[in-house]
């Protein structure tokens, strides 16, 4: 997301027709997620499944201010520029809901041992 955004989608921008200032915003997001996830990684050792599900929502909601930013540029935004946003708040959404399957696999498996 970050470098579609951010790189990719700012040279094109007379297609897509997201405005720079949002796409430049939108892409630092996916930057803040991956140092989080990063320090996840190599710093959480105890109640994963809490980190998880911060990130899972932290998705959903980058999700929802995608649309938010979609509607608030409707007149500009192109039909290549929706087909973008679309489909890359399906792939986040699928994505958050992977992180939630496996909070629950994670808890589920918590609950077994005990």
């Not at 996916?30 to 932290?58: E, G, M, R, T």
């Not at 699928?94 to 496996?102: G, Q, R, S």
């Amino acid at each position: 997301s970050a470098f579609s955004l951010g790189v990719v989608l700012v040279k094109f921008e007379s297609i897509f027709g997201i405005p720079q200032k949002t796409l430049y915003f939108l892409a630092f997001l996916p930057c803040l997620f991956a140092a989080y996830d990063f320090y996840c990684y190599f710093n959480v050792k105890k109640n994963l499944s809490y980190y998880l599900k911060i990130i899972a929502f932290l998705n959903i909601a980058y999700c929802c201010l995608s649309i938010g930013f979609a509607f608030y540029h409707f007149q500009v935004i192109t039909y290549l520029g929706w087909i973008y946003i679309i489909l890359e708040i399906v792939i986040v959404m699928i994505i958050a809901y992977i992180e939630l399957l496996a909070v629950n696999r994670i808890v589920g498996n918590k609950n077994k041992k005990n």
